[in-house]
């Protein structure tokens, strides 16, 4: 379960940078609830995201996951309940370390033991058969080095990782948007089933409208620091792609999307 409560957050303060990303946002899921989050480019996604996992500092307001209260808990206190998936494929993992090493390092996220004890023979057998469930022929490279993998198999392995030490929560930022549709699509079913199959709490960046609408049981719509749309239940599903594209343009005044903070597909 998350909840945010009146959440502000503001970059380089009375300077003249100042920034405000986040601006009032009230926002619960319930446990195991999956939300689609939409908006403009620069309406403050990725910045919720990130004071949900502890990377920026709280101006004002409150979050609590699972009930308990981390406005300002360090991120290295909540990674092991708060897992994160980027848009870029390196982003999430160590490209110099084996894929066997990358995968017991996510096990031990918030522990405090080393790395040979996460590697003892139990441990490697479990890692490989979670890769093997992927059905991408990886279990066999264990010991290759995480460079040397496409986009879509590291993000596919940075999925399993963020389940591997018993995350409440997940937090998925485009993290589609740079690979081939096919590698997307296995991405996205994969991202289905693991959601479900350990009742991830679960909030997903996407200009996608196709998925926004497709994924989850729910669909925020961010603006200039604000939630500006919440649909779910048969409102959401009566809606199409170009009944959310008509909402959209909507809120920013029917001005010209010149970004790319909306794709169709
Ligand atoms: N570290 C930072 N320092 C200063 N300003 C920042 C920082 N991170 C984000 N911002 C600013 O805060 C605002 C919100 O940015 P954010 O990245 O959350 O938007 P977003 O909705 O994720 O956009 P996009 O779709 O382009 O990724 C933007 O104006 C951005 O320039």
Do not use: W, Y
Not at 219 to 230: N, P, S, Y
Request: aromatic share 2%; glycine share 10%; charged share 25%.
């Amino acid at each position: 379960m998350i909840s945010v409560q009146d959440l502000h957050v503001t970059f380089n303060p009375g300077t003249p940078l100042e920034r405000r990303a986040v601006n009032g946002i009230d926002l619960t899921l319930q446990e195991g609830e999956f939300a689609t989050v939409i908006g403009s480019n620069g309406a403050g996604k990725s910045t919720l995201l990130a004071a949900i996992a502890g990377d920026v500092a709280v101006e004002r307001g409150r979050i609590e996951i699972g009930g308990r209260d981390v406005t300002r808990q360090a991120p290295a206190r909540r990674a092991a309940r708060v897992a994160r998936v980027f848009q870029d494929p390196l982003a999430g993992s160590c490209a110099a370390l084996s894929i066997e090493e990358n995968l017991a390092l996510a096990a031990m996220r918030g522990a405090r033991r080393g790395l040979a004890s996460a590697l003892n023979a139990g441990r490697r057998a479990l890692l490989r058969e979670r890769v093997a469930e992927l059905g991408l022929n990886l279990e066999d490279r264990m010991g290759d080095r995480m460079g040397l993998l496409s986009g879509g198999q590291r993000q596919a392995l940075a999925l399993v990782m963020a389940t591997l030490a018993g995350a409440e929560v997940l937090l998925l930022d485009e993290h589609t948007a740079a690979l081939d549709p096919g590698m997307a699509e296995f991405v996205v079913e994969l991202t289905q089933r693991l959601v479900k199959a350990h009742g991830l709490t679960t909030l997903m960046v996407t200009h996608s409208m196709r998925q926004a609408l497709d994924l989850g049981t729910r669909t925020v719509m961010l603006h200039e620091g604000r939630i500006v749309l919440d649909i779910t239940g048969e409102r959401r599903s009566s809606m199409d792609v170009d009944d959310l594209v008509a909402m959209f343009r909507k809120v920013r005044g029917g001005e010209e999307l010149d970004d790319d903070s909306l794709r169709i597909g």
